[in-house]
């Protein structure tokens, strides 16, 4: 969605849980083709400051900065509701894009 939808509307963050660096390493090197931007929270700074007590979780800040969606777990069926809460909080010239631009 993020390759779709452009960095300036999108920016997923995936924030590496407590690991040693040489799994964070490896975790980038498992994913370089996903153009993510990775963090690595070997302390659990960033974790505890969301209230991460569980993974996964995900959180979808508005444009505003503020937290419009928090979710704990993960499923293939929770996939839809993603994108569309995603979708309700992108511009309205994002929307009106032609599919594949």
């Given at each position: 969605?993020?390759?779709?939808?452009?960095r300036e509307?999108?920016?997923?963050?995936?924030?590496?849980?407590k690991?040693?660096?040489?799994?964070?390493?490896?975790?980038?090197?498992?994913?370089?083709?996903?153009?993510l931007?990775?963090?690595?929270?070997?302390?659990?700074a960033?974790?505890?400051?969301?209230?991460?007590?569980s993974?996964?979780?995900?959180?979808?800040?508005?444009?505003?900065?503020?937290?419009?969606?928090?979710?704990r777990?993960?499923?293939?069926?929770?996939?839809?509701g993603?994108?569309?809460?995603?979708?309700?909080?992108?511009?309205?010239?994002?929307?009106?894009?032609?599919?594949?631009?």
């Open positions: 969605m993020q390759k779709v939808v452009g509307h999108l920016e997923v963050i995936a924030i590496n849980f690991e040693e660096p040489r799994e964070f390493r490896n975790v980038l090197r498992a994913n370089k083709d996903i153009a931007t990775y963090v690595h929270d070997r302390r659990g960033i974790s505890e400051r969301y209230g991460v007590t993974l996964p979780n995900m959180f979808i800040i508005d444009r505003d900065g503020r937290i419009a969606h928090v979710h777990g993960y499923s293939p069926q929770m996939l839809e993603f994108v569309n809460e995603m979708l309700e909080l992108l511009p309205e010239e994002v929307l009106k894009r032609p599919a594949g631009t």
